[in-house]
Structures are given as C-alpha cells and as structure tokens.
C-alpha cells in the first residue's frame, strides 16, 4: 500500500508541477515538435531529389501522409497554449483588480 502512496503523490506532484509550469512545457514541446518536422522535411527533400535524380524509387505518398501529421500536431500544440492563453485572460479579467497582474488563489 506505501508504494501505490508513493506513485500517487508523485503523479501528483508532476501535475503540480506541470501547471505551475504550463508555459514553459508548452514551448519546450513546440521546440520538439518545430525540431521533428524539420527533421522529417529534410529527408523528404532528400528522398524527393534522390528519387528525381538517381531514381531510388522514395515513396512520394508519404510526404503528403507526413505532412498531414506534423500539421495535426501543430493544432493540437496551439490548442494547448489557447486553452492556457485563455485561463490567463479569464484570470487577469475577473479574478484580479484592474491593472493588477493575476495571481494564484489564496494569494
């Protein structure tokens, strides 16, 4: 039974601490994902050209199909900083005095 308490308190502590941090794990996670579609559009290009010039035979189709993925990606990492863009505005409209940057509760 301590070990399930252990496990609980840590996914606990690591949901604290990712929404204390949202910002930055938004960033980070848009760094990732700018860094892997670079990568993948890299050897696409290489793959395109490669089959154009030495006819590798690079399956075209996949581009396309990758493609549709990595923008399915960008919309969900711009969903995520919507959804805390607008905690923020809620936050800084109703939940704190005119002028004032928006606090925690209790604060």
């Given at each position: 039974?301590k070990?399930?308490?252990?496990?609980?308190?840590?996914?606990?502590?690591?949901?604290?601490?990712?929404?204390?941090?949202?910002?930055?794990?938004?960033?980070?996670?848009?760094?990732?994902?700018?860094?892997f579609?670079?990568?993948?559009?890299?050897?696409?290009?290489?793959?395109?050209?490669?089959?154009?010039?030495?006819?590798?035979?690079?399956?075209?189709?996949?581009?396309?199909?990758?493609?549709?993925?990595?923008?399915?990606?960008?919309?969900?990492?711009?969903?995520i900083?919507?959804?805390?863009?607008?905690?923020?505005?809620?936050?800084?409209?109703?939940?704190?005095?005119?002028?004032?940057?928006?606090?925690?509760?209790?604060?």
């Amino acid at each position: 039974m301590k070990l399930f308490g252990r496990i609980k308190s840590g996914i606990l502590d690591i949901a604290t601490w990712s929404q204390r941090h949202l910002e930055r794990l938004i960033i980070l996670i848009g760094v990732c994902v700018m860094a892997f579609i670079l990568l993948v559009l890299v050897s696409w290009t290489v793959g395109y050209y490669a089959n154009g010039f030495f006819g590798l035979k690079f399956e075209l189709g996949s581009i396309w199909q990758g493609l549709a993925a990595c923008v399915t990606a960008i919309g969900s990492l711009l969903s995520i900083a919507g959804v805390n863009l607008g905690k923020h505005y809620i936050d800084s409209k109703f939940n704190s005095g005119a002028g004032l940057p928006p606090g925690r509760r209790g604060e």
